[in-house]
Nanobody
Framework: QVQLVESGGGLVQAGGSLRLSCAAS????????MGWFRQAPGKEREFVAA????????YYADSVKGRFTISRDNAKITVYLQMNSLKPEDSAVYYC???????????????WGQGTLVTVSS
């Protein structure tokens, strides 16, 4: 079983950038497709991005495509989310997740980090 710890959230102005990190523990990290989700107050958790176990394939929600980049370093057992051109509507708690399937057919498992808060001011 893999355990996940997110970091890197904070307060940023619209148009700014943040880089989120998700540090994992567990020998099986490299076998998982990894994903990022987010949840804004009063809204359901939504998919943001996913990356294959090798890092060679990625998939993004339409709302973040072209602005966010997901990557992973299996040697460091860490997955990242680079967020550029941030908008106030990107404000949410961001969660890292371990899943299965290809990034465009992502199936999340009940393996979540504690989340990291991103607030984008206008």
């Amino acid at each position: 079983q893999v355990q996940l710890v997110e970091s890197g959230g904070g307060l940023v102005q619209a148009g700014g950038s943040l880089r989120l990190s998700c540090a994992a523990s567990g020998r099986t990290f490299s076998t998982y497709t990894m994903g990022w989700f987010r949840q804004a107050p009063g809204k359901e958790r939504e998919f943001v991005a996913a990356i294959s176990w090798s890092g060679g394939s990625t998939y993004y929600a339409d709302s973040v495509k072209g602005r966010f980049t997901i990557s992973r370093d299996n040697a460091k057992i860490t997955v990242y989310l680079q967020m550029n051109s941030l908008k106030p509507e990107d404000s949410a708690v961001y969660y890292c997740n371990a899943g299965k399937g290809s990034p465009n057919d992502y199936r999340y498992l009940e393996v979540w980090g504690q989340g990291t808060l991103v607030t984008v001011s206008s």
